[in-house]
């Protein structure tokens, strides 16, 4: 079952120029689908027009078959709770004056009367944000601390369990570990997989970083300049068939 179905997504900052030029993909349920490309190609675009947070020029954004693409937010309000994101700075995807706990708690409280978990469940806001932090292996004493108070792999450990919080079908990575040091970026990529496949949430992983996008995907897609040049299953990354610029991409990993 398709989450999300992108087809012929465009779109331009000013007038002319195409940022995104007939983009089209789909997203299964549960699976990892990599999205990889050098900086500017249109990559956070493209994460941004799935969020429903830019305005596109052409195109159809569906979600569960749904168009969404020009939704009010009033009317993609109650959608929301199907998709979350991480991005790759947590400390500004965290409210610093809000402890870890009121953090965790936001988007069940944002969506409580719309969600019926089969993970977590919400029996108290102590137990609730206990599970989140063990699911994302986290000590429990980190709940009452602020932002400012974690290491930055903690930190995105926090926006990850915020995010799987509400169980939602599909989370927009964006490079969600381009700030943290090598050791760190090892244990939160295979925290991701854990989840992902423990509670079957479907990741849009967006990252310049091939071997990290191999590692974590079943299929990858290529964009270069605003186009998808290559999409394809994970094992197939080395086939003969492989666009000429996924081939250079190979060879500076
Ligand atoms: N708000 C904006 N207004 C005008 N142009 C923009 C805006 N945001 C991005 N762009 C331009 O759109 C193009 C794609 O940018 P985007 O941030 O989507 O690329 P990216 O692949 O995510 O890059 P990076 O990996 O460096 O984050 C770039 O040329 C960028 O300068």
Avoid: W
Wanted: hydrophobic letters at 40%; a negative charge.
């Amino acid at each position: 079952m398709s989450v999300l179905d992108v087809q012929g997504l465009t779109k331009a900052y000013k007038k002319d120029k195409l940022v995104l030029d007939h983009i089209s993909f789909h997203l299964e349920a549960g699976e990892c689908l990599g999205l990889v490309g050098e900086s500017g190609c249109g990559k956070s675009t493209l994460a941004r027009c799935v969020l429903g947070v830019e305005t596109i020029k052409d195109g159809h954004i569906r979600l569960f078959d749904e168009p969404i693409q020009h939704l009010s937010e009033k009317k993609l309000r109650p959608l929301r709770k199907h998709f979350q994101a991480v991005f790759q700075h947590p400390t500004a995807s965290l409210n610093p004056k809000r402890t870890i706990r009121e953090s965790l708690l936001d988007p069940y409280q944002q969506f409580e009367k719309e969600l019926s978990l089969a993970h977590f469940s919400f029996t108290s806001p102590d137990a609730f944000v206990r599970q989140l932090l063990e699911a994302v292996e986290l000590p429990e004493e980190l709940a009452n601390r602020y932002p400012h108070e974690l290491s930055g792999g903690q930190k995105q450990r926090v926006t990850i369990a915020r995010a799987i919080s509400i169980e939602p079908a599909f989370i927009v990575l964006d490079e969600p570990t381009a700030s943290l040091d090598v050791l760190s970026q090892g244990a939160v990529l295979a925290l991701l997989t854990t989840l992902r496949q423990s509670l079957g949430i479907a990741y849009l992983f967006i990252s310049h970083d091939l071997a990290a996008v191999h590692q974590m995907s079943q299929r990858i897609m290529v964009m270069k300049e605003g186009k998808l040049v290559d999409q394809f299953s994970s094992d197939e990354l080395m086939a003969n068939e492989r666009d000429s610029y996924t081939k250079e991409l190979i060879a500076i990993f």
